[in-house]
Structures are given as C-alpha cells and as structure tokens.
C-alpha cells in the first residue's frame, strides 16, 4: 500500500490549479450569461425551479467540485466527501435546513428504498436457498460441453445473473469458484480468467434489473415504469457491451492460452470435489421469476399477480413472490427466508442506499447554486457534448471512487431534467451515464469486484485492469456513437 501511495500523481497542487480555472470559468459563464438574457430552460417536474443566478454560489459549487474529486482521489470515503461538499453549498443558499430536509427525503424515499431493498433481500435470499448456484450451474452447461464459448458464454453468464444478483461483487462471489476452474482448465491464465470473470460480473446486466439502482433513479426523474425504462435503454446496453464482450474475446484468441508455467500456478482442475453437482431445475429457475413477472406483467393484463398494485410496491411483491418460490423450492431453508431477507436489505441501506442519499444531497446543493444552469445554457446548443460530458463524468468517477453508483445518480440528477431542453431523449442520455458509470467501476482499482476478481482469481487488480481497458473503451465508443447518430 505505501508503494502504491508514492506513485499517485501530486493531488495539492493540481486541486489548485483546477480551482483556479474553475473560478476563471465560473465567473466568465456567470457574466456571460448576464442578467438581461432569459433563464435556463424549465425544470421538468422531478426537480424544483432553479434560483436566480448569482455569481457567488456558481462560484463556490464550481470550486466545491474540484475540491471533492481531490478528495475522492485520495482515498476518502465518498459519503463522507459529498455530504461534508454539500454544507457550503447549502449555506450559501437556503441554509442547513434546506439540506437536512433533502436528506430526510432521500432517507425515506419509498422510490428508491423499497426496490434496492426488496432486490438485494431476494439476492440474500437465493444465496441461503442455493438457489443462485443452481442458476450458475445451469448457464454453464453449455460452456462445460464447447469450450470455444468459454470467454463469451463465461461473461454473458455473469451478465445474466447480474441482471437478479444486483450487486457486482455477489455475482462474481457466487460465479466466481466455478467458472475460474472451468476457464483455467481451458488454458486461461489467472489474469485472463478473472477479467471474464469481471467484465461479466460488472459491465451493465443490472441495468435489465427494475429494482437496480440507476433505474430507480431514472424513473424518479423520467415518471416511466420500470420495465419501460428497460425496453427503451436495452438497445443502448446491448450494443456497448456486446462490443465490449467481443473485442475482449478478440483480443484474447489474438494472445493464445497461457504459457504451461502460467497454468499450472494455481491452476485446478474443473468441476466439484465431491462430486458431479446435480441441478436442480426449479430452483434455477428462481432467480429469474421476479424479473419475469414484472417484464411480463403488461402482457398478462388481469392474470397479472402484479394487477392494481403500482409504484415501488410492485417491485416489492415480485420479489416476493421470489421469496415465496424460493422457499418452495428448499423447504429446509424455510425458517432462515425472513432472516435473510431483511439481512439484505440492511446490506442495500448500508452500502447502496447511503450513497444515493449522499449522491442527491451534493447534487441537489450543486443546482441551487445554479452552476449547472450555466453548463446547461452553454451546452445547450450542442446536445453531443452533453452526451459525451454524461458518459465521460461518471466513468471517471466510478474510476476514482471504485463506486459507479454515486456518479450515476449525481449525473442523472444534473443532466436528465434538463435533457428535453438540449433537445435529447432524457432516458438515453440517463442510460449513457448510467453504462458510463459501470464501465468506469469495471476499471477501478478501488472497486470491491474487482478486488473479489483479482483475489478469486489469484491475479493482481492491475493485471485485469489492463485486460479489461481496452474492450470497455471500445463498448463506450460504440455506446457513445449509437446514443449521438440514434441509432439505437
């Protein structure tokens, strides 16, 4: 760690440096805007009407900024940092009240809170059923009988069971132990292996999830319905991963199998020692029947289990309604399902849910001070920019943080109200951000999967880093070209 700690580049001095030309930019947009000229376009109805612009607030929330992406660089903790970035820009307009009032609203929000809970619950859930290894085992057969699929099968298998596992690590937790043996056996070396491991586990497969974070996010900001958000961003998502999935397969048939010395470091053999594992069909199934029933739901009409319930609650009965199978399906497990359930969704409050009360709260401090209608109204007039500045912000934050949650929900809040001004599809553009942000938490050596990667795979964290890079920069090219040209 102290070694790492010696090659980081000076942060002081550049924090200042940035500082400076954020204040130069700042006062320079703030006075071209000037009194006389009209204001930014109308907040949509998820966010409240922008304040008057004064320079002082533009001043401080450009500042306050550089400030907090020093801090985020040096290691501090991001709740920590945007909560503590937000007081100024609070009592430089409406005061701490105004701020604890937002936090409060986050804190409780039924929008957000019930959802992630209620999904990563049900992921706690299949883990004590074994439900989510049965799932495995069975996206893995056809990977185990053509080992040609290996690299592609093996990603697109955690990018599927990312989509009812909405935590990167748990997928790559649960994917992990037995897709690496099977990648091993096949001639990967342990960096090649555990960058399939982490492209699959962390590239985007949440995003098909209604319960997923930036989806959450997104129909706060939008008013659309889950499974709608998911129809209308699904193209954008195929295409950047799909891209990323086969430049990586590419590239690796171009680097052949690991030398011998390579294979036989910590190489094992594939399969269980006890035994050919036996699966269980109904409880691979289990997984799925949350996200069946509410993308199915518009189909089924009055047959729908779902029928008269709306909102968050929805997304609350589908999973449990998982629960409920999952319970079926392992009788023996059934006095642990409630345990599990809540265990989970304590494990969502800590981990995920802080960061999007955090995450609001900066955000929501950031556009009283009305910096972002300045971007906004300079912009305006190039919606591409916009949409490059949507994808690019969050990559490199998710890249400093190792979180891609907190860039997301922090850029969509800027960004997303104000898309129909710009002239842009305000899912699009929240979709660019949100694939910007995972793309970017795929490639940081802070983030927990790629350390649960790295650490699975016996590997060091930049060794998948650079396996990981260049297919992930290629993803977010074509994502970046599809979102510009319309094309999806």
């Not at 935590?167 to 990967?188: C, E, M, W």
Request: net charge positive.
């Amino acid at each position: 760690m102290r070694s790492i700690a010696t090659t980081r580049p000076p942060i002081m001095p550049i924090a200042v440096v940035l500082a400076s030309l954020a204040l130069l930019a700042a006062w320079s947009s703030a006075h071209a805007a000037g009194p006389d000229q009209p204001p930014p376009a109308q907040a949509s109805a998820a966010s409240p009407a922008a304040p008057a612009l004064t320079i002082g607030p533009v001043v401080i929330a450009a500042v306050d900024l550089v400030v907090v992406t020093a801090m985020v660089a040096l290691g501090f903790d991001v709740r920590l940092v945007l909560l503590i970035g937000a007081v100024p820009l609070f009592l430089a307009h409406g005061g701490m009240a105004a701020m604890l009032e937002r936090m409060v609203a986050e804190m409780t929000s039924k929008a957000t809170v019930v959802p992630i809970g209620s999904a990563v619950g049900f992921a706690f859930v299949l883990r004590t059923t074994g439900c989510d290894r049965h799932l495995v085992e069975l996206l893995l057969i056809p990977i185990r009988r053509a080992r040609a699929l290996l690299v592609p099968g093996g990603i697109a298998a955690g990018y599927v069971i990312n989509t009812t596992i909405v935590s990167q690590a748990g997928t790559a937790s649960v994917l992990g132990p037995i897709l690496l043996p099977l990648l091993r056996a096949g001639g990967f070396g342990p960096a090649q292996a555990g960058a399939v491991l982490l492209l699959g586990a962390s590239m985007g497969g949440e995003l098909f999830n209604p319960g997923a974070v930036e989806m959450r996010k997104l129909a706060a900001l939008t008013g659309l319905p889950g499974p709608e958000l998911i129809r209308q961003s699904a193209g954008l998502n195929l295409a950047a991963c799909s891209t990323a999935l086969l430049t990586f397969w590419l590239l690796s048939l171009r680097r052949g199998p690991a030398n011998a010395d390579e294979r036989d470091a910590g190489s094992e053999k594939a399969g269980d020692a006890d035994g050919p594992f036996r699966i269980n069909l109904f409880k691979a199934i289990v997984p799925v029947i949350p996200l069946a029933i509410l993308m199915g739901d518009p189909l089924l009409g009055p047959m729908s289990p779902l029928r008269g319930l709306e909102g968050p609650i929805r997304i609350l009965a589908a999973m449990l309604i998982g629960i409920i199978a999952a319970g079926l399906a392992s009788p023996a497990a059934i006095r642990g399902l409630a345990p599990s359930f809540f265990e989970g969704a304590g494990y969502a409050y800590y981990h995920v849910i802080s960061l999007i009360v955090a995450a609001s709260t900066f955000a929501e401090g950031v556009r009283l001070s009305g910096l972002i209608a300045v971007v906004i109204r300079h912009i305006a007039r190039w919606p591409d920019l916009a949409l490059a500045a949507g994808m690019a912000g969050p990559w490199a934050l998710a890249v400093i943080s190792g979180t891609g949650i907190a860039p997301a929900v922090a850029v969509m809040e800027f960004f997303v109200p104000a898309a129909g001004s710009m002239g842009l599809d305000p899912v699009k553009l929240g979709t660019v951000s949100a694939l910007g942000a995972h793309f970017g938490r795929t490639m940081s050596p802070a983030a927990a999967v790629v350390m649960v990667c790295a650490t699975l795979s016996h590997a060091r964290p930049a060794a998948l880093i650079r396996q990981v890079a260049p297919p992930l920069f290629a993803g977010g090219a074509v994502l970046l070209a599809a979102a510009i040209f319309r094309l999806l």
